[in-house]
């Protein structure tokens, strides 16, 4: 049974996510061993559940069938389970019995989003989703009960499992779409059905899977099949592939299409700005309302993406003031610029995380950052640099052309047989150290950090530059989160 059929809920404040009967309703299932229970959350992981979650028994790489029982025993308000994996299960569990449990979820998915009056934001784009994501809850939780997708929980289970936790009451709703294939995000939009949609920009991200760049845009334009009637389409002015993307809305019959950027006919126009090294302070045209923001990240494309936010606030029908007040206080999510000093010889140095993932795009922003940011006494910008990954045959290529970016750091030390081209690109002085892999990058930058310096580490997940953030950490004992500063 879909989501159109179920009832209206519960609104109040104070009503739970789910009860067990309006879940097995969404779901098609049968209640087994539970007669009725208030569903707090959901969960699809049994070592961060909570007490009162459902939990969604999906196969990840393990079944989560085989996690049921920890789960019950974590308080799961009951367990989503396939009807082949019952009998294997421990008697006495709380069940929600499915045919499938992917498509359980799915389905639960659809019947909040059918329930909600909530007005919906989604994100797609090459760069910047889940940090304009997270300007978006802010944003617009800052006019009503806002509720937005965890982490980058963007993809085929991690879009439902976001609708699934949309509270009834929520006055808005923000959800990012991600995709490294095309035809990833109709589906995921489909589901979504938003007001606004937003493509953050386009660049070569994923391109081994795409012939060209193109391609790539018209992957990202899926996100307009699914805006509902009368919703908008809010796209990056400064992008070359905006008249692509802005012909795909029109074709999906999207009327209202703003563009944000630094051009003069973007209708949510940047007018000024002062890059800083913790934020930004700006002054913008917002559909014809002058605003003036301060953003607590720093960066020239964070401020970009903040206009893509003021844009949608406004076309949600959130108070625009509000909206640029609450902008202030946007800190970085996890390995996307998260600030840590760290107690090296000669004193401290600040560790900027930028390991979450990489393509020339962002590791073009994230050298601007490092650029941009001051250095105490004789300290040196020193960037450790992993390979961006999916790039295809352009790869080297890509890497080598960091090179005018890279090099205005003072060190530059590369890991990984893509970064071997940047490396050797590299102006003799400029040079770090290469290595085969990220860990061994380890003792290197151990020995060479010294009181003063920023250190900006960045690269795809498969590079593994993120372990290396963390053996940095925990070898020079993390003294104060800088994030916290200013």
């Known amino acids: 049974m879909d989501g159109q059929d179920v009832p209206a809920a519960d ?124 300007a978006l809850k802010l944003a617009l939780g800052a006019d009503g009960p806002t509720h937005a997708s965890a982490a980058s929980y963007n993809n085929h289970w991690g879009v439902p499992l976001s609708l699934a936790r949309l509270p009834a009451g929520a006055a808005y709703g923000v959800f990012e779409l991600g995709m490294n294939h095309p035809d990833e995000i109709t589906p995921l939009t489909a589901m979504v059905r938003p007001h606004v949609a937003v493509i953050t920009t386009v660049e070569p991200v994923h391109i081994a899977q795409f012939p060209n760049i193109e391609a790539i845009a018209d992957a990202k334009a899926e996100i307009f099949s699914g805006v509902e009637p009368g919703g908008a389409a809010v796209i990056n002015r400064d992008n070359p592939h905006f008249e692509r993307l802005a012909a795909a809305a029109r074709a999906a019959g999207i009327e209202t299409i703003i563009g944000f950027g630094e051009a003069p006919e973007a209708e949510a126009r940047l007018t000024c700005v002062a890059l800083q090294p913790q934020g930004s302070t700006a002054l913008a045209d917002i559909m014809g309302e002058t605003v003036s923001f301060k953003i607590g990240l720093p960066g020239r494309h964070i401020v970009q993406n903040a206009l893509a936010v003021l844009a949608s606030a406004k076309l949600a029908g959130a108070d625009l003031a509000l909206a640029a007040l609450a902008l202030a206080s946007l800190g970085p999510p996890p390995g996307r610029g998260v600030r840590t000093a760290l107690a090296v010889k000669g004193g401290t140095a600040l560790m900027i995380d930028e390991s979450y993932n990489a393509n020339p795009a962002s590791m073009r922003a994230a050298l601007a950052v490092l650029a941009g940011t001051p250095v105490e006494g004789r300290g040196r910008r020193i960037a450790a640099l992993g390979d961006m990954l999916e790039l295809g045959v352009t790869g080297e290529d890509l890497h080598r052309g960091l090179a005018p970016e890279a090099g205005k750091a003072d060190l530059v030390f590369c890991a990984g047989p893509l970064m071997r081209a940047l490396y050797e690109a590299l102006p003799e002085g400029r040079r770090g150290a290469w290595t085969p892999d990220a860990a061994a990058l380890l003792p290197l930058l151990a020995e060479r950090l010294r009181g003063g310096d920023v250190l900006m580490v960045k690269g795809s997940n498969g590079s593994r530059m993120g372990p290396l953030v963390r053996a940095l950490a925990e070898r020079f004992h993390i003294q104060v989160d800088a994030s916290a500063e200013g």
């Open 11 to 134: 609104v109040s404040p104070t009503a739970p996510l789910w009860t067990a009967g309006e879940l097995a309703q969404a779901t098609g299932g049968r209640l087994e061993g539970v007669a009725e229970a208030d569903v707090t959350g959901v969960s699809i992981d049994s070592r961060t559940l909570q007490p009162g979650d459902a939990f969604f028994a999906i196969a990840g790489e393990r079944d989560g069938h085989e996690f049921a029982a920890a789960a019950a025993a974590r308080g799961a308000a009951l367990c989503v389970v396939a009807e082949p994996k019952v009998a294997e299960l421990p008697p006495g569990l709380k069940l929600l019995v499915v045919d499938d449990v992917l498509a359980a979820l799915e389905k639960a998915g659809r019947a909040a989003r059918a329930r909600s009056k909530a007005r919906i934001v989604a994100v797609t784009g090459s760069v910047g989703k889940t940090t304009t994501k997270e």
